[in-house]
């Protein structure tokens, strides 16, 4: 699977707006991709998140800079997340899609994520997920582990 159908999977094909949709998840690239963010993404995507990490729903709106109630309204309505929720959610996914093709299984990229990491100074992948340079290092330190790399 590519990373690009791997994320849209976490988002979850049904999340995805109408006109963007594909009716393969494999038939997904790079383009449709950068198409998605802009068109937006319906908010229940995010529960597929909270599912999958296990977090709470604050911490989550944090991360992608959009508050709690809005989340719940636009879920509610069954609208989609302006574009900047849309991005920041899909960062996310990419550092997730890249760490489970790496660790190739999820409980072991979920506890590689929550733990204090040497490599990183003592913390916890986790901590930086949620900003443009901290999903930076984490997908240089998914490729240092991937080519054997550790140190």
Known sequence: MSLESQIVSFIGNENIAPNQRKSDL??????DLAAIEKAGIFA????NLLELLQLPRSLVASWIKVSPKTIARRKKNHE???????????????????GLEVLKDMDTLI????????????????????????????????????WGNLA
């Open 111 to 146: 506890t590689w994520l929550n733990e204090p990491n040497s490599a990183m100074g003592g913390i916890k992948p986790m901590e930086l997920i949620d900003t443009d340079s901290g999903a930076h290092e984490l997908i240089k330190e998914f490729r240092r582990i991937q």
């Open 26 to 31: 494999s038939d997904y690239n790079a383009f």
């Open 80 to 98: 989609l997340l302006a574009v900047e929720g849309t991005s920041n959610l899909i960062g996310i996914l990419r550092v997730l899609a890249i």
């Open 44 to 47: 229940p995507a995010i529960d």
